[in-house]
């Protein structure tokens, strides 16, 4: 079943309202990345988190990687309309059946109301 | 630079027809290769991956297959489509799991 779960599965959001999106693993990852994949496109790499506890922003996007490493989240702040899309959680699983493949969360869908 | 080209954009089939999906790589030597399938408003299914030639991993039995006969270019096939390999192919490349993933344009799939 799938490791990697990511809620909510859609966003509906005020332009100017902030929101957050949630990556959960059954098992420790290895590291966690996040991709924004626009409407009719092909995923986009934003970000890589590795250590425990790590916090990292880009612009308006804060991304964080739990302490255990088993979750992350994306928060962004006064949403844009070029913040629409779909936004991806990959984590690189820690076990050894795992090597070279990277476990996707099924997205949430952001839609951005003017 | 790195690029990577997955053709066709688009292609319709009929039921029971067979497939060639292809995606090379430039710029690069020795990347790890991955097939992805993306059902419409869904997400990104891992179908076959590869860290060396003539090396694939599969992740879900079904009636496709992947070959990676050079170092950059990995192949998706299928004998014989079914209308559920509609959807939208995504092939991508890392140097390592620890790197991003790149991924070409995708293959929007129809089988009708």
């Known amino acids: 079943g799938q490791q990697v779960m990511q809620i909510p599965q859609y966003q509906h959001v005020q332009e100017g309202e902030d929101f957050t999106t949630y990556c959960n693993s059954s098992t420790t990852l290895s590291n966690i990345q996040w991709y924004k994949q626009r409407p009719g496109g092909h995923p986009v790499f934003l970000i890589q988190l590795v250590k425990s506890g790590e916090v990292k922003k880009q612009k308006r996007l804060t991304f964080q990687f739990g302490e255990a490493k088993k979750n992350s989240s994306l928060h962004i702040t006064a949403t844009q309309t070029t913040d629409v899309g779909t936004y991806f959680c990959a984590g690189v699983l820690m076990t050894t059946d795992s090597w070279g493949k990277f476990q996707f969360g099924a997205g949430t869908q952001v839609v951005v109301t003017p | 630079s790195q690029t990577i080209h997955q053709w066709p954009a688009t292609l319709v089939q009929p039921v029971g027809s067979p497939l060639s999906l292809e995606c090379t790589v430039e710029g690069t030597s020795n990347p790890n290769l991955y097939w992805y399938r993306q059902a419409a408003g869904r997400g990104l299914q891992l179908l076959f991956y590869s860290v060396g030639i003539g090396q694939i991993s599969s992740e879900v039995p079904q009636n496709l297959s992947a070959s990676r006969p050079q170092d950059r270019q990995f192949i998706l096939s299928s004998k014989k489509l079914l209308l559920s390999d509609s959807g939208f192919y995504l092939c991508?490349?890392?140097?390592?799991?620890?790197?991003?993933?790149?991924f070409g344009d995708g293959t929007r799939l129809s089988i009708l």
């Open positions: 991508a490349w890392t140097q390592d799991t620890n790197q991003p993933q790149h």
